[in-house]
């Protein structure tokens, strides 16, 4: 067996954010469906600017959030299987060489569409488990007559096996495509840096600036995770705060919770990864006697400014996302709150950003700190 | 001077332990050049590993001087080893995303050594500065580790089976580099090998059967890389 069962239960990110994307759809699209089928039975002028701005708020809200969870587990997906391959080139090379063609050994990648599959039917279930309350929650000032929770099947496979089927095959054709690398490239482990960092552009950085330097470049997809984490951290968060005011306070806890999870896995997957693909570079360093702190520093450190930067684009994106909802959506819905960017509010998210991001790096240069030297030797 | 007395090293837990040095004593004087030989097994590269502070006995002392650094704390022998240790592994270990220019610095940054470019070219390597490891042979690659532990200007040279996997000629050329270089820094070089015509390159040839030194011995004469059989 060249993929296993074993490795798709890394895939946990991946699983974590089908299952957020799926719950967000579900909720939203099954209660739109189930809406809709109602249209006519609203007779009052308040039920009708309600129903308007609850199915446009319904389709951005499955749009934005559902696109952006979507293009991340493609993202983590690609990634996933990129380093699946980096890191067990040898073992692929072997079998290229002893005559498995590339696309026979892709087929077995189909496994890593399987943890999607899992996070759907997850996400599904516990959606469907709230929509009852969902439903309440969103007639709450019974502007529209009872609404019945239907089960769709379309619906379900629209958001369980399409996703299950297209992650397969995304994942089959990926690896297809990184496995046609010669098999001499793939024994010797050789990797893309080779051509594209350009040959003496750091004349004379001091090896542990260097080090920094390449570790990012090395891992690009590993910034996009980082920002996105910060990302989701700083959208997700602020705009909870302002929902409470907006909308209610279940949905700002559901959105605090989904941007927490997805913050947390993505950065936690990043920093987990960052420290793994480089274990022996830890090592080598830690037997020539650089210190724990500066090993930590090189390796981790470079991330910090992208994370920042995340933060910044989240707080623009939920500043003008929630800005769009207010003036066009619930425009002709009289008793909206104005929405105004909340500074202190920001600075408070700032502050926790820096302070969790702070935590969870310390307990990562921890780990490196347990690395042992003998353990990468032995290989 | 290092001095290395009873070390006892065990892996495994109380069940299940195998006992892989069996109270070791040996003593290294500066500038000299010894060969540890022993079959496969024997625990050469655990001897290694514990009297260069990469690891701890379970007892006894390793005594550089006067500093016992088995009584270190990690952050105090990771400082030593930075000022006093070079390595050089069979399997190479260069940084696999950095040239050899910059696996070299990785070294010589350490020892604030702004002349690593000479040790570069101690090696031969001046055309491969720019090259990765990947886009190296395997003489190559050894030669490029060479350089990155001696560009740190360590006073002791450890090197575990440093030709354990290249074939006789490259590894006699890199033989050769370590011998011309020890002559021109007298640093204390430390080398583990089952090879035994490498042992005739010694000043001071150890061996070691499961664990304990059955035999020391000192060569009269020490032949270079390109006299001894292979
Ligand atoms: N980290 C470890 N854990 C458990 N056993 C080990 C470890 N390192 C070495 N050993 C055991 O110690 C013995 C000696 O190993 P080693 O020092 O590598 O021998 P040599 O270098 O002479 O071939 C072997 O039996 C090996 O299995
Ligand atoms: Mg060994």
């Known amino acids: 067996m060249i993929v296993g069962m074993k490795d798709t239960v890394k895939l946990i990110g991946i699983l974590v954010i089908a299952g957020c994307a799926v719950f967000v759809w579900t909720l939203f699209l099954n209660y739109n469906i189930d809406l809709a089928a109602m249209k006519d039975e609203i007779t009052t002028q308040a039920g009708m600017a309600m129903y308007q701005a609850q199915v446009s708020t319904g389709k951005v809200v499955a749009a934005v959030s559902g696109g952006c969870l979507v293009l991340t587990s493609v993202v983590m997906l690609l990634f996933y299987i990129k380093n699946y391959i980096d890191t067990h080139s040898k073992e692929l090379g072997i079998l290229k060489a002893l005559g498995y063609s590339g696309l026979k050994i892709a087929k077995h990648f189909w496994v890593f569409g399987l943890s999607v599959f899992v996070g759907c039917v997850l996400g599904y279930v516990s959606a469907f488990c709230y929509l009852p309350s969902f439903y309440e929650l969103q007639n709450a000032e019974h502007l529209f007559p009872e609404i019945k929770v239907q089960f769709h099947l379309f619906l379900a496979f629209l958001l369980i096996g399409i996703p299950a089927i297209g992650f397969s095959v995304l994942a089959v054709l990926y690896a297809f495509l990184r496995l046609r690398h010669p098999v001499l490239d793939l024994l010797k482990e050789k990797r893309e840096y080779r051509t594209k960092v350009p040959r003496r552009e750091t004349k004379d950085k001091p090896f542990l600036k260097d080090l920094a330097g390449s570790t990012i470049r090395e891992r690009k997809t590993l910034v996009f995770f980082v920002a996105f984490s910060a990302f989701c951290f700083s959208a997700m968060v602020q705009m909870s705060m302002s929902m409470k005011d907006l909308s209610s306070k279940t949905m700002a806890v559901m959105v605090i919770t989904i941007g927490l999870v997805l913050a947390f896995t993505t950065l936690f997957l990043s920093l987990s990864s960052v420290v793994k693909g480089n274990t022996k570079t830890i090592a080598m360093m830690r037997v020539f006697g650089y210190k724990y702190s500066d090993c930590s520093r090189a390796v981790l450190g470079g991330y910090r400014l992208f994370s920042y930067i995340g933060f910044v684009i989240g707080t623009v994106y939920q500043y003008a996302l929630l800005k769009i909802m207010v003036t066009i959506v619930f425009a002709d819905v009289g008793s909206v709150p104005e929405y105004n960017f909340d500074f202190k509010m920001c600075a408070v998210t700032f502050v926790l950003f820096i302070l969790t991001y702070e935590i969870v790096m310390y307990g990562y240069s921890q780990r490196i700190k347990r690395l042992s030297i003998k353990s990468v030797m032995l290989e | ?230």
């Open chain 2, 1 to 230: 001077m290092i001095a290395i007395s009873d070390i006892v090293k065990s892996y495994g837990n109380a069940g299940n332990k195998n006992q892989v040095l069996k109270g070791i004593s040996l003593q290294i004087t500066d500038g000299d050049f010894v060969v540890i030989l022993g079959a496969s097994g024997s625990g050469k590269s655990t001897f290694l590993n514990v009297i260069s502070g990469l690891e701890r006995p379970d007892s006894g002392s390793v005594v550089y001087g006067t500093n016992d650094i088995t009584k270190l704390s990690d952050e105090k022998l990771t400082q030593f080893r930075k000022d006093n240790i070079g390595f050089i592994f069979q399997q190479y270990y260069l940084l696999p995303n950095m040239t050899v220019e910059k696996n070299v610095r990785m070294g010589a940054d350490l020892a604030g050594n702004r002349e690593y470019r000479e040790m570069i070219n101690a090696v031969g390597l001046e055309n491969k500065k720019g090259k990765y490891p990947s886009e190296l042979s395997g003489g190559e690659q050894q030669r490029a580790s060479v350089a990155r532990a001696l560009a740190k200007k360590p006073k002791v040279l450890f090197l575990d089976e440093p030709t354990g996997a290249l074939d006789e000629q490259t590894g006699r050329q890199v033989l050769d580099y370590i011998c011309r270089l020890h002559k021109e820094y007298g640093f204390t070089i430390v080398m583990v090998t089952h090879n035994q015509n490498i042992a005739e390159m010694a000043n001071t040839v150890v061996k070691m059967n499961s664990g304990k030194i059955s035999e020391v011995s000192a060569n009269e004469k020490q032949k270079t890389a390109y006299e001894i059989g292979w």
